[in-house]
């Protein structure tokens, strides 16, 4: 049995991934995918884990959850997806550290389910728009209040990726960057899936749908219709071609107005995550999606 399970992050793709997947559900299950409804194991998966220090997991659990999931079926893979998995927005970054309790969460995780071959999928973002989305997505109105005071420029997504392969070592995890969905976003979901790269599913192009006119999404969707032995790579091109020419610019623009930020500071932050990107990609038992 394998797990695949995708932990966020906060305000990338907003359950976009697992309602993209859910409509392929037959056709996955009839290779072996399951792609269960979140609330077979959201509420569950996060009641256990926060009492994991506390007391063992209950006898029989572990099948009792693959069970539920599996919904009368015998499914090689299980997808599950949980923006909040390593807690709300406001525990998101702690003591300079993005997501500082990602290893002792994901090794619960995995002492749960033990026995499976367990797989990680995690999308990243540019601090420069992550921190102003964790400000806008809480209750507090100041960067110090959500963050307690972070460093902006000492936040590294790479940091993270670097803790989980070390908390378990055998685990592989798949990295992309949000800001390259629109391009990726269906061989996303085939890694999700562990489906060959030539399998065609439907969801795709979800993602365009918000960032391009409505006349260029029909334009885009005929000229694919009448294309349809198109490479990856192919396809990727023309949907840069297409947003070149019919995205929204409202949508593609972020707000970036942190109280104190300044120009300098959002390149400074933009330009230390594209290192950061570099350093991840180069790390052992990691693979990045790009375009």
């Given at each position: ?143 110090d209040a959500v963050t307690g005071g972070c460093v902006p420029l000492s936040l590294r997504w790479s940091d993270v990726v670097v803790r989980i392969r070390e908390a378990l070592p055998h685990v592989p995890v798949t990295v992309w960057c ?114």
């Amino acid at each position: 049995m394998q797990v695949a399970l995708h932990t966020g992050a906060h305000f990338t793709d907003e359950d976009k991934l697992i309602k993209s997947l859910g409509k392929n559900a037959e056709m996955l299950s009839e290779t072996g995918v399951e792609v269960p409804p979140t609330s077979f194991y959201r509420r569950q998966v996060r009641e256990l884990l926060n009492n994991a220090k506390k007391e063992a997991f209950p006898d029989g659990i572990r099948e009792e959850l693959l069970t539920e999931m599996a919904r009368g079926g015998d499914p090689d893979r299980i997808i599950m997806s949980n923006s909040n998995f390593f807690g709300v927005p406001r525990q998101a970054i702690r003591g300079d550290r993005i997501y500082p309790n990602a290893a002792e969460r994901l090794t619960a995780f995995a002492d749960l389910f033990h026995g499976v071959d367990l797989e990680i999928f995690l999308a990243i973002r540019d601090p420069a728009t992550f921190l102003p989305a964790l400000v806008n997505g809480t209750p507090e109105n100041t960067l110090d209040a959500v963050t307690g005071g972070c460093v902006p420029l000492s936040l590294r997504w790479s940091d993270v990726v670097v803790r989980i392969r070390e908390a378990l070592p055998h685990v592989p995890v798949t990295v992309w960057c949000n800001e390259d969905t629109p391009l990726i976003w269906e061989e996303v979901m085939r890694e999700m899936a562990g489906l060959d790269p030539t399998v065609a599913l439907e969801g795709g192009s979800d993602l365009l749908s918000d960032i391009m006119s409505p006349e260029g999404l029909k334009r885009f969707s005929e000229y694919v219709e009448k294309h349809p032995n198109m490479t990856e790579m192919q396809k990727r091109r023309v949907v840069a071609a297409f947003l070149d020419k019919f995205a929204l610019e409202d949508e593609l623009e972020e707000e970036l107005d942190l109280h104190g930020w300044t120009e300098d500071l959002i390149d400074a932050l933009t330009e230390a995550y594209d290192e950061d990107v570099f350093q991840i990609e180069r790390i052992p038992g990691v693979t990045l999606i790009t375009p």
